[in-house]
């Protein structure tokens, strides 16, 4: 049986931790990712009020829930998480993100705790609410992962993931040309880890978990990257218990 407190490699969570420091900057190595966040939040609020059923007017539909970012970083996904209402939990595998994750939400008045560590070896109990974004290409044992992530997941949870897709596109253009141009990090994707929808959505089966939207997160000159039906490039999809 696989190891589900060893799924991260260390070489992955170093490479991260050493962007910590940057990871705030909007003009810095992870420049992207503040480009990305608001569509992934556009997927995730209209989640949220799908699976809850709540007000979508509403500014803190979590409230009174719980939420766990896993692979946080320096808690991009987090803050606003919170700020919609969840207690939230950050946990990434470099102490480095956690560290500087807790001092921004500090400065930003905002009480979010942080952990660094593997997510199926630390005692968290369970959450309303499982994000994941970004995080599953870079993990050793993925079947083991999903795993983890599902064992944190309240019995009327929602889990959202995203990921890129393992196509040529995602090939020439996540890893060849954004790569080439300073887009990301040299080294942060290894093509071969990426997962299509198709085998994500059998893992998540694997675990007793139903997909229930995938959105394509898509980019256009003009226009940006966005939610989209082409998942060619990186998706996006939640899922709940059987």
Known sequence: MSDATATIRPDEAAHFGALAADWWDPKGSSAILHRLNPVRLGFVRDAIDRHWGGDIESSAPLAGKSAVDVGCGAGLLCEPLARLGAQVTGVDAAPENAAAAAAHAEAAGLDIRYMAGEIGSLDLGSFDLVTCMEVIEHVADKPAFIAA???????NGLLILSTPNRTAASRLLLVGAAEAVGAVPRGTHHWDDFVTPDELTDLLADAGLTVTATRGIAYRPGKGLHLSDDTSLNYILAARRD
């Open 149 to 155: 992530l599902v064992s944190k997941l309240a019995d």
